[in-house]
């Protein structure tokens, strides 16, 4: 594949960290309105906010690897592995974070499924759970498949922003 190619699946990857970005921002944001500083819960924002950064940390090594490797040739093994630590323990901690964070999560998660956010957030989960149907079938070292899987995945994290931008809360 000619490296402009490459080029342009690792700025879809950027694109995709970047909206993950833009949208746990905006849920830290929205969590911020719920409640008073007094609850409990506002310590959890700033652990919230922690994975954010960390999933976001994660991703983009990921593209600074796919960037290296395409326009050196050369791979950068250490570069997955911060991704990998990023991406799953910033996840970790934002589970944790929501699940200790109490009303200011389920507020936020209330607006999300109501009308007509809901139907972009179930249009992001569908491509959340073929993402996972295409990382067992497809290749891994496929580039058609790793088109339609960065596709996929942009296509989800669009949508997981436009139910939260919709969602009443």
């Known amino acids: 594949m000619r ?15 970047v909206l993950f970005f833009v949208f746990g921002i905006l849920f830290y944001r929205k969590m ?21 950064l960390a999933c976001t940390a994660g991703g983009f090594c990921k593209v600074l690897w796919k960037f290296f490797f395409v326009l050196t040739g050369k791979d950068r093994t250490v570069l997955p592995k911060i991704f990998r630590i990023g991406m799953f323990g910033g996840f970790a ?25 809901v139907i972009f957030l179930a249009a992001g989960a569908a491509g959340m759970a073929l993402m996972i149907v295409m990382s067992v079938k497809m290749e891994r070292e496929s580039v058609r498949a790793n088109w339609i899987e960065e596709g996929t995945n942009t296509l989800a994290q669009t949508m ?10």
Request: charged content about 15%; overall charge positive.
């Open 3 to 17: 490296n402009s190619k490459k080029v342009s699946l690792a700025l879809l990857d950027l694109l995709t960290v």
């Open 32 to 52: 911020a309105g719920v409640t008073s500083a007094a609850d409990p819960g506002f310590r959890m924002r700033g652990f919230f906010l922690t994975g954010v």
């Open 93 to 117: 901690v934002l589970v944790l974070a929501s699940v200790f964070s109490g009303e200011r999560f389920l507020t936020v998660l209330h607006g999300m499924v109501s009308f007509p956010a």
């Open 160 to 169: 997981f922003l436009i139910c939260l931008l919709l969602a009443r809360a």
